[in-house]
T-cell receptor
Framework: SQQGEEDPQALSIQEGENATMNCSYK?????LQWYRQNSGRGLVHLIL?????REKHSGRLRVTLDTSKKSSSLLITASRAADTASYFCATVLNDYKLSFGAGTTVTVRA | NAGVTQTPKFRVLKTGQSMTLLCAQD?????MYWYRQDPGMGLRLIHYSVGEGTTAKGEVPDGYNVSRLKKQNFLLGLESAAPSQTSVYFC????????????FGPGTRLTVL
């Protein structure tokens, strides 16, 4: 069963706007990771946030984690056409397994 | 570095046929994983390996077998393919335990008729 669920399922924004997507999970985690998947390609790791961290930045990406609410958010600022992709959150439940959500599909319109 | 590569990229099988998917990584990673991706369901872990000569079951292992005879290679086998195994298969590797990032291959699109 999937541990994480992303919301919304799909998002369409204008180039230059910000995109926010959320991930909720069910059980306590060690860390949470976000991945991007361009159409027809493999997943690419974006950012990892540990359970004792509340916010992390990487370029135009900002991730927050609220362990009390069991939720995380990914913000992409000043979106570009190249940001069109599916975004997945993955929670770490034990040493070897990531549990992925179903993903958020982001479309950036020119 | 090529990273993680998968062979083949596409394959069409008939029900009951067998095949092997090959994953190779050149990053000297200890951990390797096989996932399947179906529409609307994200990725589900099939089998994984924590080192050469080791394998373990993931979330959806039935109908699949794996082998890790060499550290750089992780093979996924389907002994008797079924239409329910139509999916996109991804291999991934990581350097340490899953607290580190996983590196993914480009995927194999398998159709079972």
């Amino acid at each position: 069963s999937q541990q994480g669920e992303e919301d919304p399922q799909a998002l369409s924004i204008q180039e230059g706007e910000n995109a926010t997507m959320n991930c909720s999970y069910k059980t306590s985690i060690n860390n949470l990771q976000w991945y991007r998947q361009n159409s027809g390609r493999g997943l690419v790791h974006l950012i990892l946030i540990r359970s004792n961290e509340r916010e992390k930045h990487s370029g135009r990406l900002r991730v927050t984690l609220d362990t009390s609410k069991k939720s995380s958010s990914l913000l992409i600022t000043a979106s570009r056409a190249a940001d069109t992709a599916s975004y997945f959150c993955a929670t770490v439940l034990n040493d070897y397994k990531l549990s992925f959500g179903a993903g958020t599909t982001v479309t950036v319109r020119a | 570095n090529a990273g993680v590569t998968q062979t083949p990229k596409f394959r069409v099988l008939k029900t009951g046929q067998s095949m092997t998917l090959l994953c190779a990584q050149d990053m000297n990673h200890e951990y390797m994983y096989w996932y399947r991706q179906d529409p609307g369901m994200g990725l589900r872990l099939i089998h994984y390996s924590v080192g050469e000569g080791t394998t373990a079951k993931g979330e959806v292992p039935d109908g699949y077998n794996v082998s890790r005879l060499k550290k750089q290679n992780f093979l996924l086998g389907l002994e008797s393919a079924a239409p329910s195994q139509t999916s996109v298969y991804f291999c991934a590797s990581s350097a340490l335990a899953v607290y580190n990032e996983q590196f993914f291959g480009p995927g194999t699109r398998l159709t079972v008729l």
